[in-house]
């Protein structure tokens, strides 16, 4: 049982403040609701590098400021019948799932951890409800933001000490000890994922459609279906992106069908054209009308690094290999049954994270207990 300078938490709802336990009960799911439409601005603002502050929430298509009866979790949204108050833009549907399921996930851990363990069961809500902006930023950018990543293992740590229960210690040392094993064995597991795959898997033939192009910025290479930033594409100094340019464009000058080779990791940044080698650093920003691009392949992003670190160092590092084995069960399941059912082919990217957030979801919700039952016989 958890305390409160050594007051015991039951005394919350059962001793006497005479507190009853469902009125905590709808408090959680109030704060659920309220977290996920925050995190609806976190999903919408991380990846576009925007501050999840300021500026208060507005509309992205008007900028008009959002009134407080305009911004009430899933009422809103429900009220407004998914359109804005002031110029009638569509909001998408996913802002009232993720307040909704966010709100009934909060629901849920808190009547399952509440009574017992308390603190348990907030640190649970947070660590679901980066989860859920997690999955929806990757599905949707092929990322996972640091600010949710780098930021869960601190959290993680923290709640470790205060919570101790969460990673299976006793104390708040012992939790301490046991979040920073997992987070160095979740993040060192993916890590050796990531460079296996390099090995075996290290390169991917990506088509263009006829006539379209694809852009090199200074920070990713925008395809026509989607963008990939350097950090996830370039990981050793033989990394190399290799392409037949049958147009080339540079920021001052332009090439005719040309082999391109472009590595970021040597040093100096290799941009080789035709027989041409060039400083990449100094060239900050190329397009490349081409048939095919081959690029290096990773199995994971360094992103699933360092997801898996934060998990970890929630959960413990038992966590970790529960999540890694469950988590590419579900994703060959689900990549499969995309292809079968013809909504993908064999060389489409699938976003891991979601797979990752899902097993380590199922580890909160009795993966534990399988795990333990598997391993103590």
């Given at each position: 049982?958890?305390?409160?300078?050594?007051?015991?938490?039951?005394?919350?709802?059962?001793?006497?403040?005479?507190?009853?336990?469902?009125?905590?009960?709808?408090?959680?799911?109030?704060?659920?609701?309220?977290?996920?439409?925050?995190?609806?601005?976190?999903?919408?603002?991380?990846?576009?590098?925007?501050?999840?502050?300021?500026?208060?929430?507005?509309?992205?298509?008007?900028?008009?400021?959002?009134?407080?009866?305009?911004?009430?979790?899933?009422?809103?949204?429900?009220?407004?019948?998914?359109?804005?108050?002031?110029?009638?833009?569509?909001?998408?549907?996913?802002?009232?799932?993720?307040?909704?399921?966010?709100?009934?996930?909060?629901?849920?851990?808190?009547?399952?951890?509440?009574?017992?363990?308390?603190?348990?069961?907030?640190?649970?809500?947070?660590?679901?409800?980066?989860?859920?902006?997690?999955?929806?930023?990757?599905?949707?950018?092929?990322?996972?933001?640091?600010?949710?990543?780098?930021?869960?293992?601190?959290?993680?740590?923290?709640?470790?000490?205060?919570?101790?229960?969460?990673?299976?210690?006793?104390?708040?040392?012992?939790?301490?000890?046991?979040?920073?094993?997992?987070?160095?064995?979740?993040?060192?597991?993916?890590?050796?994922?990531?460079?296996?795959?390099?090995?075996?898997?290290?390169?991917?033939?990506?088509?263009?459609?006829?006539?379209?192009?694809?852009?090199?910025?200074?920070?990713?290479?925008?395809?026509?279906?989607?963008?990939?930033?350097?950090?996830?594409?370039?990981?050793?100094?033989?990394?190399?992106?290799?392409?037949?340019?049958?147009?080339?464009?540079?920021?001052?000058?332009?090439?005719?069908?040309?082999?391109?080779?472009?590595?970021?990791?040597?040093?100096?940044?290799?941009?080789?054209?035709?027989?041409?080698?060039?400083?990449?650093?100094?060239?900050?920003?190329?397009?490349?009308?081409?048939?095919?691009?081959?690029?290096?392949?990773?199995?994971?992003?360094?992103?699933?690094?360092?997801?898996?670190?934060?998990?970890?160092?929630?959960?413990?590092?038992?966590?970790?290999?529960?999540?890694?084995?469950?988590?590419?069960?579900?994703?060959?399941?689900?990549?499969?049954?995309?292809?079968?059912?013809?909504?993908?082919?064999?060389?489409?990217?699938?976003?891991?994270?979601?797979?990752?957030?899902a097993a380590a979801a199922l580890w909160v919700w009795g993966g534990n207990t399988w795990f333990y039952r598997l391993f103590a016989r």
């Amino acid at each position: 049982m958890d305390t409160y300078f050594g007051i015991p938490f039951e005394y919350l709802y059962d001793g006497p403040f005479r507190t009853p336990f469902h009125l905590w009960t709808f408090n959680f799911l109030l704060l659920g609701l309220i977290v996920g439409s925050f995190l609806n601005v976190v999903i919408y603002r991380l990846p576009l590098g925007l501050s999840t502050v300021t500026p208060p929430s507005h509309c992205p298509k008007c900028g008009t400021r959002i009134k407080l009866r305009h911004n009430l979790p899933v009422l809103s949204w429900l009220l407004l019948r998914g359109r804005c108050a002031y110029c009638a833009a569509e909001i998408p549907p996913r802002y009232l799932l993720v307040e909704a399921f966010t709100g009934v996930t909060f629901l849920a851990t808190w009547l399952h951890f509440g009574r017992e363990q308390p603190l348990m069961a907030l640190a649970i809500c947070i660590l679901l409800a980066g989860f859920i902006a997690a999955t929806a930023i990757d599905l949707e950018h092929y990322i996972i933001p640091d600010q949710i990543t780098v930021g869960g293992i601190f959290a993680g740590f923290l709640f470790c000490a205060v919570a101790p229960a969460l990673p299976g210690a006793t104390t708040a040392v012992e939790g301490m000890k046991l979040s920073a094993l997992g987070a160095v064995v979740g993040g060192g597991l993916v890590y050796g994922v990531l460079r296996f795959g390099k090995l075996m898997f290290g390169k991917q033939r990506v088509n263009i459609a006829s006539g379209a192009k694809i852009t090199f910025s200074e920070e990713a290479i925008h395809l026509p279906d989607g963008d990939l930033f350097y950090d996830e594409v370039f990981y050793r100094r033989a990394d190399t992106v290799v392409l037949e340019a049958r147009r080339l464009e540079l920021s001052d000058r332009c090439y005719w069908n040309q082999p391109v080779r472009l590595a970021l990791k040597q040093e100096p940044p290799l941009l080789q054209i035709g027989d041409e080698r060039f400083d990449a650093s100094q060239e900050p920003w190329m397009s490349a009308e081409t048939d095919k691009v081959t690029l290096p392949r990773e199995a994971m992003g360094f992103g699933d690094v360092k997801f898996m670190a934060g998990i970890g160092a929630f959960l413990g590092w038992q966590a970790t290999i529960f999540s890694l084995f469950a988590s590419a069960v579900l994703g060959s399941v689900v990549g499969v049954g995309l292809i079968l059912a013809g909504k993908r082919d064999w060389s489409a990217r699938l976003p891991y994270g979601p797979f990752i957030a899902a097993a380590a979801a199922l580890w909160v919700w009795g993966g534990n207990t399988w795990f333990y039952r598997l391993f103590a016989r």
